[in-house]
């Protein structure tokens, strides 16, 4: 169960973008991003693991020092496994490279192993994980195409089920028996609009016997539907499961933005975005039952730096200067 709510944010850019020579400011001057975000109101951060990525950014060493920077700033700590060594989404789910060519009770043991050494060594660091998605959006499963799910307009496959059941439940395995029931399991997928796929994908998750204590949506208004539809879902998912739920992604741009295979346009303005921001914040602290849990910004810190693209930079909480956007402070509204 979760304790408190989660006001937080993804900040795995974080350590890049400062290397690159990224800065960021409040109303007091220059000061540290996750220094400033906690001092706005977030109590929570979520960090992604990828395998073995080639810039080494977002892997397990990188990950362990960022753990130890939010621990001395007293956040709540999540953990992402992509297991992939790059992104891992509804559209790609690709093993690691050391994977690839394993068979598959090789696979479902790598998960384990995998999931349990990044896990204890946070512990033994001092800094454990609070949370742990085992997968990222996993909506059409994980490890392709071991553990590929079709929705639910594709013919039933319940082979393909039990492939994903066995994948995802060695990597709960694992956390339970690394730090048992103390760390939050939470199963994301990104349905945040979509309550026919988000009742397909868990009622499956469910029938197969997949533990997890809290469900993890995304929602970015072009892509999963009004905020009507957020509500609705929300407060039905409540009612059927009667867990805990995150939206562990959200974002709206402050400036002109076409985001890629946007289903809806969307009016960019730093007050369009503190606007939006708060009736997401509202829609979760209502959900019925207390089970609204926690709401995250992805990637509040993502300016542009160098002679990088600008890609999600407009959808940061920071402006080009990095300096702090008003949608921050919406997170000093979270529920105790």
């Given at each position: 169960?979760?304790?408190?709510?989660?006001?937080?944010?993804?900040?795995?850019?974080?350590?890049?973008?400062?290397?690159?020579?990224?800065?960021?400011?409040?109303?007091?001057?220059?000061?540290?991003?996750?220094?400033?975000?906690?001092?706005?109101?977030?109590?929570?951060?979520?960090?992604?693991?990828?395998?073995?990525?080639?810039?080494?950014?977002?892997?397990?060493?990188?990950?362990?020092?960022?753990?130890?920077?939010?621990?001395?700033?007293?956040?709540?700590?999540?953990?992402?496994?992509?297991?992939?060594?790059?992104?891992?989404?509804?559209?790609?789910?690709?093993?690691?490279?050391?994977?690839?060519?394993?068979?598959?009770?090789?696979?479902?043991?790598?998960?384990?192993?995998?999931?349990?050494?990044?896990?204890?060594?946070?512990?033994?660091?001092?800094?454990?994980?609070?949370?742990?998605?085992?997968?990222?959006?996993?909506?059409?499963?994980?490890?392709?195409?071991?553990?590929?799910?079709?929705?639910?307009?594709?013919?039933?496959?319940?082979?393909?089920?039990?492939?994903?059941?066995?994948?995802?439940?060695?990597?709960?395995?694992?956390?339970?028996?690394?730090?048992?029931?103390?760390?939050?399991?939470?199963?994301?997928?990104?349905?945040?609009?979509?309550?026919?796929?988000?009742?397909?994908?868990?009622?499956?998750?469910?029938?197969?016997?997949?533990?997890?204590?809290?469900?993890?949506?995304?929602?970015?208004?072009?892509?999963?539907?009004?905020?009507?539809?957020?509500?609705?879902?929300?407060?039905?998912?409540?009612?059927?499961?009667?867990?805990?739920?995150?939206?562990?992604?959200?974002?709206y741009p402050w400036t002109e933005v076409q985001p890629e295979n946007a289903m809806e346009p969307v009016d960019a303005s730093p007050e369009n975005q503190r606007a939006f921001l708060q009736?997401?914040?509202?829609?979760?602290?209502?959900?019925?039952?207390?089970?609204?849990?926690?709401?995250?910004?992805?990637?509040?810190?993502?300016?542009?730096?160098?002679?990088?693209?600008?890609?999600?930079?407009?959808?940061?909480?920071?402006?080009?200067?990095?300096?702090?956007?008003?949608?921050?402070?919406?997170?000093?509204?979270?529920?105790?």
């Amino acid at each position: 169960m979760i304790r408190e709510f989660l006001s937080g944010a993804d900040v795995s850019f974080l350590d890049e973008i400062e290397q690159k020579g990224g800065k960021f400011f409040d109303g007091r001057g220059e000061d540290d991003c996750l220094a400033i975000l906690k001092r706005h109101g977030m109590n929570a951060i979520r960090l992604r693991v990828w395998n073995d990525p080639k810039d080494g950014f977002c892997s397990v060493e990188n990950t362990l020092g960022m753990a130890k920077r939010l621990k001395e700033h007293g956040f709540v700590i999540g953990i992402d496994f992509h297991y992939s060594d790059w992104w891992a989404d509804p559209g790609k789910q690709y093993k690691p490279k050391a994977w690839e060519n394993l068979p598959f009770d090789e696979l479902v043991a790598s998960v384990y192993q995998f999931t349990y050494d990044v896990l204890h060594r946070l512990k033994v660091q001092g800094t454990p994980a609070d949370f742990v998605q085992i997968g990222n959006e996993v909506t059409y499963g994980m490890l392709w195409d071991d553990g590929r799910l079709l929705g639910p307009a594709d013919k039933e496959d319940t082979d393909a089920w039990d492939r994903f059941s066995r994948l995802m439940s060695s990597g709960v395995r694992a956390a339970r028996d690394c730090q048992g029931q103390e760390v939050n399991v939470l199963l994301h997928i990104d349905r945040g609009g979509d309550n026919l796929g988000a009742r397909f994908f868990l009622d499956h998750a469910l029938q197969r016997g997949i533990e997890f204590d809290s469900i993890g949506l995304s929602y970015y208004p072009w892509w999963h539907g009004t905020l009507e539809a957020l509500t609705a879902n929300l407060h039905d998912l409540a009612h059927r499961y009667q867990k805990d739920l995150v939206l562990v992604e959200t974002a709206y741009p402050w400036t002109e933005v076409q985001p890629e295979n946007a289903m809806e346009p969307v009016d960019a303005s730093p007050e369009n975005q503190r606007a939006f921001l708060q009736s997401v914040m509202d829609i979760v602290e209502g959900v019925s039952d207390g089970l609204g849990k926690g709401v995250f910004y992805w990637e509040p810190d993502a300016i542009q730096v160098g002679d990088s693209p600008a890609g999600w930079s407009k959808m940061s909480l920071f402006d080009s200067e990095g300096r702090m956007l008003p949608g921050l402070d919406v997170f000093h509204r979270h529920r105790s």
